[in-house]
């Protein structure tokens, strides 16, 4: 089932930058829908419905949260505003499919700074066969959160220019950001760095908590992220006219993706 989502995912990405208007804002909650989906029902098949749950709960929760208080407030991010009555059901000014992209983003990344940091989902968790405890050593989970946060960093890289073009939201402050992408503010990354940093802890948490994984198989959320990082790269370059989000998203995705290459190569050199 996790499979048949991320190709689904793929074929509906792909019709985006061929797209405008109406069509394209359906797209979106599309890209949406299939990303959290996929994520949750690898997350469901490989660590159980409660890890899933708890996965969501903290990272689509805390994305929320953050985002309410970010468009009343100003913090973390800065200023900004989404538009209205184009992306479906809003709470407190917020889409509700703003907090279901966290989980569907941010996923595969957690998933990849685990294989980084040295994590095996297989041997990680709660009470393993025979009630024995797996424990984690603190240095690897602390590598861990800092990869998911370098990586949610590199998404929103590719994911903030690409939204901030369409119109989906804008911001207070247009002249105070990376070269090439002025128009979000450097206070926009130092937030998803913060907030990023909570969900790592939380969900460190979690895995101490819960069991560990029944199915260690990692390849639909290796592809997803592989898709995420080249394809985004790709379609800002080539089809949306962002070359500048697809340098930084690619640099910023590549600090995960081009050693999880390197690793990979290794591996296979080694079987």
């Known amino acids: 089932?996790?499979?048949?989502?991320?190709?689904?995912?793929?074929?509906?990405?792909?019709?985006?930058?061929?797209?405008?208007?109406?069509?394209?804002?359906?797209?979106?909650v599309?890209?949406?829908?299939?990303?959290?989906?996929?994520?949750?029902?690898?997350?469901?098949?490989?660590?159980?419905?409660?890890?899933?749950?708890?996965?969501?709960?903290?990272?689509?929760?805390?994305?929320?949260?953050?985002?309410?208080?970010?468009?009343?407030?100003?913090v973390p991010y800065g200023a900004y505003a989404y538009a209205t009555d184009r992306l479906g059901p809003a709470l407190a000014d917020v889409p509700l499919v703003v907090p279901l992209a966290w989980t569907g983003g941010l996923y595969p990344i957690w998933v990849v700074a685990g294989l980084l940091a040295g994590i095996d989902a297989a041997s990680t968790g709660?009470?393993?066969?025979?009630?024995?405890?797996?424990?984690v050593s603190g240095?690897?989970?602390?590598?861990?959160?800092?990869?998911?946060?370098?990586?949610?960093?590199g998404w929103d890289l590719f994911l903030d220019p690409q939204m901030v073009a369409d119109g989906q939201w804008t911001w207070s402050v247009t002249d105070a950001?990376?070269?090439?992408?002025?128009?979000?503010?450097?206070?926009?990354?130092?937030?998803w760095m913060?907030?990023?940093?909570?969900?790592?802890?939380?969900?460190?948490?979690?895995?101490?908590?819960l069991p560990r994984a029944h199915d260690p198989s990692v390849a639909v959320p290796l592809a997803v992220f592989a898709w995420t990082w080249l394809g985004s790269a790709l379609a800002h370059a080539v089809f949306l006219g962002l070359p500048a989000s697809a340098a930084w998203g690619f640099a910023g995705m590549g600090s995960l993706g081009i050693p999880l290459a390197r690793q990979a190569a290794a591996r296979w050199r080694n079987t």
């Open 1 to 28: 089932m996790p499979a048949f989502a991320a190709v689904a995912l793929v074929l509906v990405q792909i019709t985006y930058p061929l797209s405008a208007g109406t069509l394209r804002d359906r797209i979106t």
């Open 30 to 74: 599309g890209v949406v829908v299939l990303s959290v989906s996929t994520a949750l029902l690898h997350a469901v098949t490989t660590r159980g419905w409660r890890w899933a749950v708890g996965f969501f709960v903290i990272v689509s929760g805390v994305g929320l949260a953050s985002e309410i208080v970010g468009t009343a407030t100003g």
């Open 126 to 135: 709660g009470h393993g066969a025979g009630g024995a405890v797996n424990r």
């Open 139 to 153: 240095r690897a989970c602390v590598i861990r959160a800092a990869l998911l946060v370098i990586g949610a960093v």
């Open 177 to 191: 950001g990376l070269p090439g992408l002025a128009q979000i503010p450097y206070t926009n990354y130092l937030g």
């Open 194 to 209: 913060l907030v990023a940093s909570l969900m790592a802890a939380l969900l460190t948490a979690l895995d101490r908590l």
